[in-house]
């Protein structure tokens, strides 16, 4: 079980069975693994009424903060399937790029999730609710500035409006291909 500070605890990503996300994040709090479950609260359409509900932001994906014997015990898990592999091992998330999720998600601004990786400039935000926040600049087609926040090994990106009142610095001119 994961517990003090531990140099060996890394960011891995899981994939849960469909959706038991927030099952899957009750049992690994349960065991004592600290776990990140990104979410949002969405409304919902029924034919009689509008409920907001709480949503994953990534369905079927949770991450974990732990060491292997942690990913081991949390694979055990009957509502996680298995773990995210890159090159035939655990892939290990940057704690940046979870930290940069964490940030984005934080304020009420409305989100969506795109499959694949954003191609474009790579900035860090200086001023706003999002300073300190690295991502990639889009164009949306009302050619609004957004920023996407990658987590590039789950092929998942998070856009988000940023206000006009924040500012950017240009990281990186290089795009992806």
């Not at 969506?112 to 400039?121: H, I, L, T």
Request: with cysteine; hydrophobic share 40%.
């Amino acid at each position: 079980m994961a517990t003090g500070l531990n140099e060996n605890r890394k960011w891995y990503a899981l994939y849960t069975k469909p959706r038991h996300e927030f099952v899957a994040e009750a049992q690994l709090k349960s065991i004592g693994i600290e776990v990140y479950l990104p979410s949002v609260i969405t409304v919902r359409q029924w034919s009689d009424r509008k409920k907001k509900v709480k949503a994953p932001l990534m369905n079927s994906y949770i991450f974990i903060l732990g060491d292997e014997k942690d990913r081991l015990e949390a694979l055990e898990q009957t509502s996680v399937s298995r773990c995210v592999f890159d090159r035939g091992k655990p892939a290990v998330i940057p704690e940046f790029q979870i930290d940069n999720l964490k940030k984005f998600i934080h304020d009420n601004f409305t989100y969506m999730v795109v499959n694949g990786v954003v191609r474009g400039a790579k900035i860090r935000i200086t001023d706003g609710p999002f300073a300190g926040t690295e991502g990639v600049i889009i164009e949306e087609p009302e050619k609004n500035r957004s920023i996407a926040v990658s987590i590039e090994l789950l092929n998942r990106t998070v856009i988000a409006e940023i206000p006009d009142a924040s500012m950017f610095q240009v990281i990186s001119k290089e795009f992806k291909k």
